[in-house]
T-cell receptor, first 119, second 116 residues
Framework: AQSVTQLDSHVSVSEGTPVLLRCNYSSSYSPSLFWYVQHPNKGLQLLLKYTSAATLVKGINGFEAEFKKSETSFHLTKPSAHMSDAAEYFCVVSDPLNAGGTSYGKLTFGQGTILTVHP | KAGVTQTPRYLIKTRGQQVTLSCSPISGHRSVSWYQQTPGQGLQFLFEYFSETQRNKGNFPGRFSGRQFSNSRSEMNVSTLELGDSALYLC???????????????FGEGSRLTVL
């Protein structure tokens, strides 16, 4: 079974400072990993995804994440926070089809990290 | 291209009633998934449909059901509502590209259900 642990429920940074949102995963297979963002009263938007290509993945709005298999981590970073980055961020794992066909449409979400950006 | 559209956006029901939520996927997307989001349990997978067939199902009771129509639009139904069913129900669609489990899901803004 797959699982995701987001190590911080809340992260607070000042505008212009770096952002680090931590995520560890567990999977019996070679997973696909995603980061999604959810702004208040909005749906989820994909920031970036890792699907066994380059381990350093660049996403939208200056975010990037590094897949580290040895540490089973997929931390999200951004060099300089902007006020518009304030939102809830979800680390997500998906097992491939060889997991017995149980991957259709199924993403396993972490509990989320609320990012607050102070002026 | 229009995004995933969910209706209604907000609704209030009482215990014991039933509710039907609708989802129109992005044009060309044939896979539709449903998720429940609550403060306590987070985001949990309900089920996934493709070409009118349910291909995958999460761990929810039989009161939760869904279907998909030939135009890929989907509905989910919750019968005999309980207080704990209060949640944001999110629908997501995905295009038919890449191996299952590797592609992006495109989410709608959700239907917020309150059960009194």
């Amino acid at each position: 079974a797959q699982s995701v642990t987001q190590l911080d429920s809340h992260v607070s940074v000042s505008e212009g400072t770096p952002v680090l949102l931590r995520c560890n995963y567990s999977s019996s297979y070679s997973p696909s990993l995603f980061w999604y963002v959810q702004h208040p009263n909005k749906g989820l938007q994909l920031l970036l995804k890792y699907t066994s290509a380059a381990t350093l993945v660049k996403g939208i709005n200056g975010f990037e994440a590094e897949f580290k298999k040895s540490e089973t981590s997929f931390h999200l970073t951004k060099p300089s926070a902007h006020m518009s980055d304030a939102a809830e961020y979800f680390c997500v794992v998906s097992d491939p089809l060889n997991a017995g066909g149980t991957s259709y449409g199924k993403l396993t979400f972490g509990q989320g990290t609320i990012l607050t950006v102070h002026p | 291209k229009a995004g995933v559209t969910q209706t209604p956006r907000y609704l209030i029901k009482t215990r014991g009633q039933q509710v039907t939520l609708s989802c129109s996927p992005i044009s060309g997307h044939r896979s539709v998934s449903w998720y429940q989001q609550t403060p306590g349990q987070g985001l949990q997978f309900l089920f996934e449909y493709f070409s009118e067939t349910q291909r995958n199902k999460g761990n929810f009771p039989g009161r939760f059901s869904g279907r998909q129509f030939s135009n890929s639009r989907s509905e989910m139904n919750v019968s005999t509502l309980e207080l704990g069913d209060s949640a944001l129900y999110l629908c997501a669609s995905s295009p038919p590209t890449g191996p299952p489990g590797t592609g992006e899901l495109f989410f709608g803004e959700g239907s917020r259900l309150t059960v009194l």
